[in-house]
């Protein structure tokens, strides 16, 4: 399959779409947990906490742009109100993911349907990004409290995918402290966790009191100097997200890196195992949700960068997951992995790969689509 087999993706965005309006009829304004159970998901514990429930109205918003329904948009819209009042009441906010979550539930809204209210609760948590800025480091911490002995001048592969926040907040509010902070944090991305060879650290650490790199760490790959496969993918698409941004040049070929590394290790059906130092015959599990991740990635790529060759490599993924992966019902992709070791999320469906892989359709059915990482 290419990436313009109208009648395979047709039949592919269908079979999304379904589970997501059986998903719709079962979750409304409530939110489905990170991962499903035995290919089912699970309503969440404690209402909208967690870094992954945005997931959940952003794909209501691709569903709006696939279909033209206000059924999906006014769905969407209803999730506005539970984003506002968690960054309002500072619930759950101590992570740089907060990138992800108001990307998906308040930006858009802002940008489709002039939502004040969501202009406004996705301003408050860039201003949160902001406060967890460690000086001299000019990182974003990524995980709790700054004060936490543990966390503390951590950084991860992810955070590439919460600047584009900072952007957006600078460019609606003339405020430039918040493309600044994302522009410093994405250059140490760069220099640090990104390694010589093209891989990626899944998280690094400087020290907080003189910023000084210090060491790379994994937590949900395979070791310390593996190449965890979501983290590669999260690198593809951050870098070049980060360029389409800033124009920086050096980010597009940290992109093109991460991007030559993750090709080179697909085993045959193009979909990798959850760590890349893993290839046919390891009897390790595939983790589709950086499959999907890496599909738009390349998209990406092959938008900035006109070549060719990484379309190529994104509509091969992409037939694989189709014709491989996709689910009948429950999520839209199986064979997700969230966190091997610790032993989440294996051999399931999840929400961050459902997303994607819905991103992914609607970036090849909606030429004209922008996606919500960089939107004008």
């Given amino acids: ?14 079979a999304a779409l379904r589970t997501i309006d059986a998903n719709l009829a079962a979750f409304g304004d409530h939110y489905p947990d990170d991962t499903t159970v035995h290919g089912r998901y699970r309503p969440r514990e404690g209402g909208n906490v967690g870094w992954t429930t945005s997931f959940w109205p952003g794909m209501l918003w691709l569903a709006h742009d696939l279909t033209g329904s206000d059924v999906y948009r006014r769905a969407a819209e209803a999730h506005v109100a539970s984003f506002a009042d968690r960054v309002r009441n500072r619930v759950d906010l101590d992570t740089h993911d907060l990138g992800f979550l108001y990307t998906l539930s308040c930006v858009v809204p802002w940008q489709r349907s002039g939502l004040a209210e969501a202009r406004e609760a996705a301003l408050a948590a860039a201003d949160h990004l902001l406060s967890r800025v460690l000086e001299p480091a000019g990182i974003i911490q990524a995980w709790g409290a700054l004060s936490d002995p543990r966390q503390r001048g951590r950084t991860i592969i992810d955070s590439l995918m919460n600047t584009p926040l900072l952007f957006w907040a600078s460019r609606t509010s003339g405020d430039p ?139 091969s993924i992409l037939a694989s997951l189709i014709a491989g992966y996709a689910a009948e019902s429950g999520s ?10 610790k032993g989440v999320g294996v051999d399931e469906g999840n929400l961050w790969g459902d997303y994607f892989y819905l991103e992914a359709l609607t970036r090849v059915a909606v030429p004209s689509w922008t996606a919500p990482w960089f939107s004008r």
Avoid at 1 to 14: F, I, K, Q, S, Y
Avoid at 332 to 341: A, E, N, Q, S
């Fill in 177 to 315: 402290r918040y493309a600044d902070t994302a522009r410093r944090h994405t250059a140490q991305l760069r220099d640090h966790i990104l390694r010589p060879d093209g891989t990626t650290f899944h998280t690094f650490y400087w020290d907080p009191s003189t910023g000084e790199p210090l060491r790379g760490e994994t937590e949900q790959g395979s070791a310390d100097d593996s190449c965890w496969a979501r983290g590669q993918a999260w690198g593809i698409y951050g870098f070049a997200l980060n360029h389409r941004w800033t124009g920086d040049e050096s980010l597009l070929t940290a992109a093109r890196r991460c991007a030559a590394y993750f090709l080179d290790r697909l085993p045959s059906d193009r979909v990798p195992y959850w760590d890349l130092e893993f290839g046919d015959g390891s009897g390790e599990e595939r983790d589709s949700s950086a499959a999907a991740i890496a599909v738009c990635g390349l998209l990406e790529l092959a938008s900035q960068s006109g070549d060719p060759a990484y379309r190529t490599a994104a509509g």
């Fill in 1 to 14: 399959m290419t990436v313009t087999d109208t009648e395979v993706l047709g039949g592919a965005a269908a």
């Fill in 332 to 341: 839209l992709l199986r064979h997700g992995v969230y966190d091997k070791p």
